[in-house]
């Protein structure tokens, strides 16, 4: 059988989930792999997850007053070097352009790993008065850090992302700004993704580069293993002391503005990925599929049966359904597999049996389930089975992350937890020490300190210290 | 007064027609300089023409079987010198990537300033049958180009572009889709962005590098400069022997490919404001702007005008306009202005005695006409007005064109209309000879051959030998 066979092609998740993930990246043509070190190509369905996940930020960025913009790509190495944290993590992983044409520069450029430089040297040139406050831009565009290894969306030396930079009048303002975007993203990945997470704070030692606070959401992916989502950064004053951004308050005295930045990436593909896929390759969640429904002929050389296909295809596409017809001349049993791989979330057949008794069949990607529905007016209850999809799709995550979570008291139950990919939940002192030693001889580092938990101990499990917060620690894509 | 004030600010067009369009991109706050040489920073208005322009295209390359995809940014040195005549075009304004982090590369990379050659190397890995053709790929990014001027736009290091690149089984196929890609973009610049445009061809010296025949859409801007505003290119199979992309066809032969590729770029938002503005500012097109109305409450302090503004607001947006209602404190002067400024094609005005009366005041922005409506249930009317609209910027534009195109039937003919900008046609004898001529002793260079047009004479008015096509020279942005 020709599904078989093209099922047989992916590696079992059991069996290497890392060949596994590879196999559902290539096999469901998400990416292909390029001769340009570190990059990868996104084929038109991978490109397509990208565009709805794009559309579900951009439309609540814009809900929220943010404007998109596009920024230079290149940034010159002065400007780079403006604030010093920021130079000092990010330089050691930039691309150089150092000719135009044949002409060697004056100064060399980066390609932008981030903008937070080209938002404040814009910021510095417009931003004046307390009218002017606060700016709330964004924008989508690829980044370039010069990575050594290679993973189809998560970990490429281009990749897509977008990123938010806001300036404000008040320090009040901004946090909240950060807040704010991290519940966005948060909203997102648990509504529209079905990706449960987990908001909090990093540690000094994980926060980005020249930030004073930065918010994560947290994702546990199959294997166990956390995805760092999306993350929003609290900057304070600092970058806009370092690029000299100042505006006249309503006292009419000059201030300094304070600034975030935020972004998701094309990381939370790969999320998708591992968090949802099983071993006959990719399943989507409903909310963002972009084609919800895939509608397959049974019999099609029969007459009729095609006609009937498009006449369903076309009323669940009038209820707003995402629907595409498969009338090619493959077997339905290839089509399944087809499918099945590329995880369109329900797949409806019909064939001359269907027909004659007014129903049809629709089969969830998740759990196979089939429920037999009249032909006519039944896209209400499709809708409802989608819904259950989405449902089912966040439970299961959310119950392999709970599976998956340990509280830790002692060093000893850290070490024995962690023979295994999980979370561990533990008090923290808040010395970096601890989190260097748990590094080095654990091999897990900290993930978040999540919002609203309560306390776990006293005391820090690592060097007995007064514990002053909870943390997640794991081991992290 | 606050609007004449502002207004003040552009320099006439009749003046200097240059600085009046700069002051046009910086005011309408379209662009930014920044600190980035070459670059400008899309604004969010100026983003936002963008978005609105590239939401028109990319909804017409889908309904034509085209898919998205992304490609690196970056292209290896060997890559790009796959094709001769293509490496020899574009390596002289190439920028060149030589460092990633600390090390050198082994071999230095450019950033694309197309992606003819990545997009080649992706088809030799994922076509091999004649079931994988036609292969119809698009990608929306942006592209590099090491230009010695900067104008907004116009002529930037960095610009926004799409680039199709298409492959197909036969010449024919792939002739059809240059063809057919020329059609869409003259449709959306007519259409949509009330852009007359002449559809032709380019001679050799003017085609693009690698290129078997180029196709283009030539605009004449206010000033008689011509825009050539998208080009549509035939490659044969030079790229594929080039690349050595081969497919086994229907009777079971190893055959190779044909290939096309097509773009526009940001430079159209540079044609829009050529084409429509005026000394108050830009004039946007009503199909293609981002905001189509703003409704702005005269005596706004009086109850109920705002509520009023508001509510009609809202009744135009449930009919699928664009509307915005300006209820700031700022006078109304400034505000016609400012929405002058930005082209805002209809303004609506509605104060205490509007109230009374049931009425409101729409303004057009092309010409000023005042229209005097009925709150109630003119959102029909509303929609006239703009097409109305629409109709007078293109028949405007054309006008324009007609008045500066002259048909010369010898050299000093020529010599004599290229004393303004204009479009000159004549016959032509196809000698590159006469063409580098023109272009040494006029200072003008052929536009395009334009699709059936009669012939003007039966010889070449350059060099008097047999003409073989009718053609267009004039001055280019």
């Given at each position: 059988?020709?599904?078989?066979?093209?099922?047989?092609?992916?590696t079992?998740?059991?069996?290497?989930?890392?060949?596994?993930?590879?196999?559902?990246?290539?096999?469901?043509?998400?990416?292909s792999y390029s001769?340009?070190?570190?990059?990868?190509i996104?084929?038109?369905?991978?490109?397509?997850?990208?565009?709805a996940i794009?559309?579900e930020f951009?439309?609540?960025f814009?809900?929220?007053?943010?404007?998109n913009?596009?920024?230079?790509m290149f940034i010159?190495?002065?400007?780079?070097?403006?604030?010093?944290?920021?130079?000092e993590?990010?330089?050691p992983?930039?691309?150089?352009v150092?000719?135009?044409g044949?002409?060697?520069?004056?100064?060399?450029?980066?390609?932008r790993?981030?903008?937070e430089?080209?938002?404040?040297?814009?910021?510095?040139?417009?931003?004046?008065?307390?009218r002017?406050?606060?700016?709330?831009?964004n924008?989508?565009?690829?980044?370039?850090?010069?990575?050594?290894?290679?993973r189809p969306?998560l970990?490429?030396?281009?990749?897509?992302?977008?990123?938010?930079?806001t300036?404000?009048a008040?320090?009040?303002?901004?946090?909240?700004?950060?807040?704010?975007?991290?519940?966005?993203?948060?909203?997102v990945c648990?509504?529209?993704?079905?990706m449960?997470v987990?908001?909090?704070?990093?540690?000094?030692?994980?926060?980005?580069?020249?930030?004073?606070?930065t918010?994560?959401?947290?994702a546990?992916m199959h294997?166990?293993?956390?995805?760092?989502?999306?993350?929003?950064?609290?900057?304070?004053?600092?970058f806009?002391?370092?690029?000299?951004?100042?505006f006249t308050?309503k006292?009419?005295?000059?201030?300094t503005?304070?600034?975030?930045?935020?972004?998701?990436?094309?990381?939370l593909?790969?999320g998708?990925?591992m968090?949802?896929g099983d071993?006959?390759?990719l399943?989507?969640?409903?909310?963002?599929?972009?084609?919800?429904?895939?509608?397959?002929?049974?019999?099609?050389?029969k007459?009729?049966?095609?006609?009937?296909?498009?006449?369903?295809?076309?009323?669940?596409?009038?209820a707003g359904?995402?629907?595409?017809?498969?009338?090619?001349?493959?077997?339905?049993g290839?089509?399944f597999?087809?499918?099945?791989?590329k995880g369109?979330?329900?797949r409806i057949?019909?064939g001359?049996?269907?027909?004659?008794?007014?129903?049809?069949?629709?089969?969830?990607?998740?759990?196979?389930?089939?429920?037999?529905?009249?032909i006519?007016?039944?896209?209400?209850?499709?809708?409802?089975?989608?819904?259950?999809?989405?449902?089912?799709?966040?439970?299961?995550?959310?119950e392999?992350?709970?599976?998956?979570?340990h509280?830790?008291?002692?060093f000893?139950?850290?070490?024995?937890?962690?023979?295994?990919n999980?979370?561990?939940?533990?008090?923290?002192?808040?010395?970096?020490?601890?989190?260097?030693?748990?590094?080095?001889?654990?091999?897990v580092?900290?993930?978040?300190?999540?919002?609203?938990?309560?306390?776990?101990d006293?005391?820090?499990?690592?060097?007995g210290k007064?514990?002053?917060?909870?943390?997640?620690w794991?081991?992290?894509?």
């Amino acid at each position: 059988m020709a599904d078989k066979k093209f099922v047989e092609q992916i590696t079992s998740m059991e069996e290497d989930f890392t060949k596994w993930y590879t196999d559902v990246c290539l096999k469901a043509e998400l990416v292909s792999y390029s001769n340009v070190a570190g990059c990868v190509i996104f084929r038109p369905y991978g490109y397509a997850l990208w565009e709805a996940i794009r559309a579900e930020f951009d439309r609540r960025f814009k809900e929220t007053g943010h404007q998109n913009v596009y920024m230079p790509m290149f940034i010159p190495e002065s400007l780079l070097q403006k604030e010093k944290d920021h130079i000092e993590g990010f330089a050691p992983e930039v691309a150089w352009v150092t000719h135009g044409g044949t002409e060697e520069l004056t100064e060399r450029m980066c390609v932008r790993p981030t903008s937070e430089t080209l938002f404040c040297d814009h910021y510095k040139n417009i931003v004046h008065s307390w009218r002017d406050l606060p700016q709330l831009l964004n924008q989508w565009c690829s980044v370039v850090r010069w990575e050594k290894t290679t993973r189809p969306f998560l970990r490429t030396r281009e990749f897509l992302w977008q990123e938010g930079h806001t300036l404000h009048a008040t320090a009040e303002e901004a946090v909240e700004e950060t807040e704010r975007m991290l519940n966005i993203y948060a909203d997102v990945c648990e509504n529209v993704l079905a990706m449960p997470v987990i908001k909090g704070k990093k540690t000094d030692k994980e926060k980005f580069a020249g930030a004073e606070a930065t918010y994560t959401i947290e994702a546990m992916m199959h294997d166990g293993k956390a995805l760092q989502s999306g993350t929003s950064h609290y900057f304070g004053d600092g970058f806009a002391k370092a690029f000299d951004i100042t505006f006249t308050d309503k006292n009419n005295k000059l201030s300094t503005p304070f600034e975030t930045s935020w972004g998701v990436s094309t990381r939370l593909i790969g999320g998708l990925i591992m968090t949802h896929g099983d071993d006959s390759g990719l399943v989507l969640p409903p909310r963002m599929a972009p084609t919800q429904i895939v509608v397959i002929p049974i019999a099609a050389h029969k007459g009729g049966v095609i006609e009937k296909a498009n006449e369903l295809a076309e009323s669940l596409k009038a209820a707003g359904l995402r629907v595409a017809v498969d009338a090619s001349d493959n077997s339905p049993g290839w089509k399944f597999a087809e499918y099945e791989m590329k995880g369109y979330p329900m797949r409806i057949e019909i064939g001359p049996r269907d027909i004659e008794n007014g129903t049809f069949v629709a089969v969830a990607r998740d759990n196979r389930e089939k429920t037999i529905l009249p032909i006519e007016g039944s896209a209400g209850k499709v809708k409802e089975l989608l819904d259950a999809i989405h449902d089912r799709l966040y439970k299961k995550a959310l119950e392999n992350r709970e599976r998956h979570t340990h509280t830790a008291h002692t060093f000893e139950e850290i070490r024995e937890f962690a023979k295994e990919n999980c979370f561990i939940r533990t008090a923290w002192c808040g010395d970096e020490a601890c989190e260097d030693r748990l590094k080095e001889e654990v091999g897990v580092t900290s993930r978040c300190m999540p919002f609203g938990e309560a306390p776990v101990d006293d005391v820090c499990p690592v060097c007995g210290k007064k514990s002053v917060t909870t943390i997640f620690w794991g081991k992290a894509y």
